[in-house]
C-alpha cells in the first residue's frame, strides 16, 4: 500500500514514466494519459478516494530525481498532467455510476408504481431506497400547469425540503408522467400535507391528491392509483379543492360501480333537457352550478354571472322540461345524483 491506503497497481509504471519525462523533457503521449485516465477509473470503482489517489501520486512523483538542469519543470508538467488525466477517469467513472444508479432507480420507481415485478424481489429492492414494503405506505401526487421530470427544479427544490425535514430513509420523491409523486410511510401522517404544501407551491397553485395508506408490497402501487383517480375525478366533476383525499371521494366510485344503472338513471331524469334550447349543456352546468353552491340560489347565481330572477327562471325551465324540481328536497337527491353521473359520464358529450 502507498500512502497507508491507495494499492500499488494504481501507480503502475507512474515513477518509471516520470523518470524517462523527467530526462528527455518530453509529454505524455496519448496512450499514456489513457492508461492513466483508465487507473483513475479503476481507482473510483474500487471506492479509493481522489484525495487520497492524488496524494499518493504526489508522495511518488517526490522520489523521482531531476536528470538534467531545469529538468524539474518537466518532471512539474508531467505531474500535472498525470493528475488531470487520472481526475478525468476518475470523474468518468463517477458519472457513469451516477447514471447506472439513476437507471436502477428509475426502474424500481417504474415497477413500483405498477406493480408489474415480483413483489418479494421489489421489496428487496425497495430497502436500498428507503422503503419497507412490508409497512403500510400512502403516496401522495401533485399536478402542476406542465410535466415534470426528476432533475427538474420544481421536484428538486420540494424534495430538498422534505429530505431536511424527515430524512431520506421514509420518503421517496419523485416524478411519473409529469406528476410529481411521494411515498410516504402510513403512519407518518404529517409527510404527506407538507409534500401536498411545498408541492403547491413550487408549482405555483397546483392540485395535489392523497391516497389512502394501504399495507404491504402492493400497497404503493394501489395507494398511488387511488391518487391519481382522484384527480382524473375532480378534473371531470370539476371539483375546485386543491388538495383532494381520496377518502373523502369514496361516493363517486360507488355510483358508478354499476355503470349501466348511472347511464340509465342520467338519460331518464336529464334527458329531456336535449330538448331545451342551445341543448342540454347550459341547464347542465345550471345543476351544477345550484348544487355546488347547496342550493342557495344567490350564491349559484354569482357563480354564473347571472340576477337571481335569471337563475330562477333557468330552475323553473328545467322542472319543465324533466318534471323533477330542483328546489323540492324530495327531487333534488335523484336530480342531484343524474348531474354527478353526468359529469362522471363525460354527457352530453359522450353517448351513453
Request: hydrophobic share 40%; aromatic share 4%.
Amino acid at each position: 500500500m502507498v500512502a497507508g491506503e491507495i494499492p500499488e497497481q494504481y501507480l503502475d509504471g507512474y515513477t518509471r514514466l516520470l523518470t524517462e519525462v523527467t530526462a528527455t523533457g518530453r509529454r505524455l503521449t496519448r496512450a499514456e494519459l489513457e492508461s492513466r485516465r483508465a487507473l483513475g477509473e479503476r481507482a473510483a470503482d474500487a471506492g479509493h478516494g481522489l484525495r487520497a489517489l492524488v496524494s499518493a501520486h504526489l508522495t511518488a512523483a517526490r522520489s523521482v530525481r531531476p536528470g538534467s538542469p531545469g529538468s524539474p519543470d518537466s518532471t512539474l508538467a508531467a505531474v500535472q498532467q498525470v493528475i488531470d488525466a487520472l481526475a478525468e477517469g476518475y470523474e468518468r467513472a463517477q458519472r457513469l455510476a451516477v447514471r447506472r444508479e439513476e437507471a436502477a432507480r428509475r426502474e424500481f420507481i417504474d415497477d413500483l408504481l405498477y406493480g408489474r415485478s415480483d413483489l418479494g424481489r421489489l421489496a428487496q429492492r425497495a430497502e436500498r431506497f428507503g422503503l419497507r414494503l412490508s409497512q403500510t405506505h400512502a403516496v401522495a401526487v401533485a399536478q402542476g400547469p406542465v410535466a415534470y421530470d426528476e432533475g427538474d427544479p420544481v421536484p428538486r427544490t420540494v424534495e430538498r425540503t422534505l429530505l431536511a425535514r424527515f430524512g431520506d430513509r421514509e420518503v421517496l420523491l419523485t416524478t411519473k408522467d409529469g406528476l410529481l409523486v411521494c411515498v410516504a410511510p402510513g403512519h407518518r401522517d404529517e409527510i404527506l400535507p407538507v409534500f401536498a404544501r411545498q408541492a403547491r407551491t413550487a408549482t405555483g397553485g397546483g392540485r395535489v391528491a392523497i391516497g389512502r395508506p394501504q399495507p404491504g408490497p402492493g400497497g404503493v402501487v394501489q395507494s398511488y392509483e387511488e391518487a391519481r383517480g382522484s384527480l382524473e375525478l375532480a378534473e371531470r366533476l370539476g371539483l375546485a379543492d386543491p388538495v383532494l383525499r381520496t377518502a373523502d371521494l369514496l361516493v363517486y366510485p360507488v355510483l358508478t360501480r354499476d355503470r349501466q344503472a348511472m347511464a340509465d338513471l342520467v338519460q331518464a331524469v336529464l334527458g329531456p333537457l336535449t330538448s331545451a334550447r342551445g341543448g342540454a349543456e347550459p341547464p347542465l352546468a345550471t345543476l351544477a352550478a345550484y348544487f355546488d353552491s347547496g342550493c342557495v340560489a344567490a350564491q349559484a347565481a354569482r357563480r354564473l354571472s347571472l340576477s337571481v330572477r335569471a337563475l330562477t327562471y333557468r330552475l323553473e325551465r328545467i322542472h319543465q322540461l324533466t318534471g323533477v324540481d330542483p328546489t323540492d328536497p324530495a327531487h333534488r337527491y335523484t336530480l342531484q345524483t343524474a348531474v354527478i353521473g353526468a359529469r362522471l359520464l363525460d354527457w352530453p358529450t359522450q353517448d351513453l
